[in-house]
């Protein structure tokens, strides 16, 4: 009776020990995939920040190009408004008298 406890004892054991040396194995495995795959994802990364860089480049230089452009037409705007002279537009009489009645008759206004 001992002897055939210890026989199963031997194969489970035996069993086990099989099965946790293939579980080792696979998380190895699956580890070293685990790895490749961060290398890809850095290298991604690297690329996708350098493209930025390529790309932020002539964004920025168009950015300083339209800056200096409106500083320039702000500069020409106060030069020519320093060089006009001032007027004063007082309003015209002909405006006020030239008001059109609604009611004429013959150019000349209804009377009652």
Do not use: C, W
């Not at 190895?28 to 996708?48: C, G, S, Y």
Request: aromatic content about 8%; overall charge positive.
């Amino acid at each position: 009776m001992t002897l055939f406890i210890q026989l199963i004892l031997v194969a489970v054991v035996s069993t086990l020990t099989i099965l946790i040396t293939t579980a080792a194995f696979q998380v190895f495995q699956i580890l070293a995939e685990f790895r490749k795959t961060l290398k890809k994802v850095n290298r991604i990364l690297d690329h996708t920040q350098t493209l930025s860089e390529t790309v932020a480049r002539p964004v920025t230089a168009v950015n300083n190009f339209f800056t200096e452009v409106k500083d320039l037409v702000d500069q020409t705007e106060d030069q020519i408004i320093d060089q006009t002279a001032d007027k004063v537009i007082s309003p015209s009489q002909s405006r006020i008298s030239s008001v059109k009645r609604f009611f004429r008759r013959a150019g000349l206004p209804l009377r009652s």
